[in-house]
T-cell receptor
C-alpha cells in the first residue's frame, strides 16, 4: 500500500495570495508528479521530477513552480493566486518495478481562488 | 504515447461482472496498458496493468486482444463501492512525462 499525503485537502484563498501545496511520500520513490484536474475532466500533468534537484514542466502550461530538495517532499507554489487557478491538484509518485511504473496518488488538494 | 477511447459511461448491477472496454488502436509494441479508477473527490487508484498477456489480481482481470488494439477490464463481482471513473492509459514503461489519462468511463453500479 502506498503512502502519499497532500495538505491541505481544501483551500479557499483570495486573489493575489501566495500559496504552497504540500506533497510528501514515505516510500522513497524517486519520481514525483503534479497533475491538475478540473471537475469531471481528465488529468493534466503540470510538473514532474526525476529525483532530488530535478524538475520539469509537463504538458499543461502552469504558472506554478515546484521544488525537490528532498526525496520525500515535492511542494507546489503559486506566487500570486488567481481565480483561473481554481482546480484540483493531485500529487503522485512512482518507482519502477517489473512490468512498468505504477503511480500512487494522493487524495488531492481542492483549491478555490476568490 | 498512444491515445485511448472509452465509452463515457456504463451501468452494472451489483454482484454482476462489470466489463469495461478500451480501444488503443495506435499502441506501440513497447507500450503497456494501465487501468486506474477515481472515486469522487479522491486521487486515482491503480488497478492493474499488462503488456500482452492477460492479467489478474485481487481487484480485477485485464484481457488484452491478440493484436493489442483493445483491452477489457473485468470487475468480477461489482459492488456499490466500485462506482467510479475508470481510466485506461497506454504508455511506454517508465515514460512518466506524458501520462495521458483521457476522460475515462463512469461506471455506475446499481443495487
Amino acid at each position: 500500500e502506498a503512502d502519499i499525503y497532500q495538505t491541505p485537502r481544501y483551500l479557499v484563498i483570495g486573489t493575489g495570495k501566495k500559496i504552497t501545496l504540500e506533497c510528501s511520500q514515505t516510500m522513497g520513490h524517486d519520481k514525483m508528479y503534479w497533475y491538475q484536474q478540473d471537475p469531471g475532466m481528465e488529468l493534466h500533468l503540470i510538473h514532474y521530477s526525476y529525483g532530488v534537484n530535478s524538475t520539469e514542466k509537463g504538458d499543461l502550461s502552469s504558472e506554478s513552480t515546484v521544488s525537490r530538495i528532498r526525496t520525500e517532499h515535492f511542494p507546489l507554489t503559486l506566487e500570486s493566486a488567481r481565480p483561473s487557478h481554481t482546480s484540483q491538484y493531485l500529487c503522485a509518485s512512482s518507482e519502477g518495478q517489473v512490468g512498468g511504473d505504477i503511480q500512487y496518488f494522493g487524495a488531492g488538494t481542492r483549491l478555490s481562488v476568490l | 504515447d498512444a491515445k485511448t477511447t472509452q465509452p463515457p459511461s456504463m451501468d452494472c448491477a451489483e454482484g454482476r461482472a462489470a466489463n469495461l472496454p478500451c480501444n488503443h488502436s495506435t499502441i506501440s509494441g513497447n507500450e503497456y496498458v494501465y487501468w486506474y479508477r477515481q472515486i469522487h473527490s479522491q486521487g486515482p487508484q491503480y488497478i492493474i496493468h499488462g503488456l500482452k498477456n492477460n492479467e489478474t489480481n485481487e481487484m480485477a482481470s485485464l484481457i488484452i486482444t491478440e493484436d493489442r488494439k483493445s483491452s477489457t477490464l473485468i470487475l468480477p463481482h461489482a459492488t456499490l463501492r466500485d462506482t467510479a471513473v475508470y481510466y485506461c492509459i497506454v504508455r511506454v514503461r517508465y515514460n512518466f512525462n506524458k501520462f495521458y489519462f483521457g476522460s475515462g468511463t463512469k461506471l455506475n453500479v446499481k443495487p
